[in-house]
């Protein structure tokens, strides 16, 4: 089975200050990565995946993620937030060769001005 | 355009008054799924269809049920609602093995109430 833990329930940051949310997977078997958006009163977008290959994975909205498979990360990063960054993000994982989804608690991302 | 839609997006109901959440995917995907979403806990799955008249439990099935009797509809079914199954639903489908990524496409989601 596999489950993901997201380090951080609330990341307040600043307008154009870079951010890091944190992601931590457990797995007995190769998986694949995603990192949804949740924006407010909307459903779930994804923003990048990881399926092979290289490491850093660059998404939509400027955001990239790169796997750890030694550190069984997978940490979402942004060099400079905007406004409309401010959502719920979700990271999530499943097995290779499966359908199901494993999603973390959720960051709620908070961009002050 | 490509699209998973849930009905209604806001219910409010009484305790034990049989309810019905329709979704819908216009994509041909052969794989849909119902999570919950509650605060702290993330989303959480409570059925999936593989196919066709091919469902099975997710990790919180109890007090819900679901059918697939077409391809493109997965209504999710809480025959005696109770006030625990108050949450925020969202139905998503995906393609079958090697398309996308597996990558979920979600619908807007419905808020539930069960007073």
């Known amino acids: 089975a596999q489950s993901v833990t997201q380090l951080d329930s609330q990341v307040p940051v600043f307008e154009e200050a870079p951010v890091e949310l944190r992601c931590n997977y457990s797995?007995?078997?190769?998986?694949?990565l995603f990192w949804y958006v949740q924006y407010p009163n909307q459903g779930l977008q994804l923003l990048l995946k990881?399926?092979?290959?290289?490491?850093l994975v660059k998404g939509i909205n400027g955001f990239e993620a790169e796997f750890n498979k030694s550190q069984t990360s997978f940490h979402l990063r942004k060099p400079s937030v905007h406004i409309s960054d401010t959502a719920e993000y979700f990271c999530a994982v499943s097995a290779v060769g499966a359908q199901k989804l494993v999603f973390g608690q959720g960051t709620r991302l908070t961009i002050n001005p | 355009e490509a699209q998973v839609t849930q009905n209604p997006r806001y219910l409010i109901t009484v305790t034990g008054k049989k309810l019905t959440v329709t979704c819908s995917q216009n994509?041909?995907?052969?794989?849909m799924s119902w999570y919950r979403q509650d605060p702290g806990l993330g989303l959480r799955q409570i059925y999936y269809s593989m196919n066709v008249e091919v469902t099975d439990k997710g990790d919180v099935p109890e007090g819900y049920k679901v059918s697939r009797k077409e391809k493109r509809n997965f209504p999710l079914i809480l025959e005696s609602p109770s006030p625990n199954q108050t949450s925020l639903y969202f139905c998503?489908?995906?393609?079958?093995?090697?398309?996308?990524?597996?990558?979920?496409?979600f619908g807007p989601g419905t808020r539930l109430t069960v007073l």
């Open positions: 990881y399926l092979s290959g290289s490491t």
């Open positions: 797995s007995s078997v190769s998986v694949y």
């Open positions: 994509m041909n995907h052969e794989y």
């Open positions: 998503a489908s995906s393609p079958a093995r090697g398309g996308r990524g597996r990558e979920q496409f």
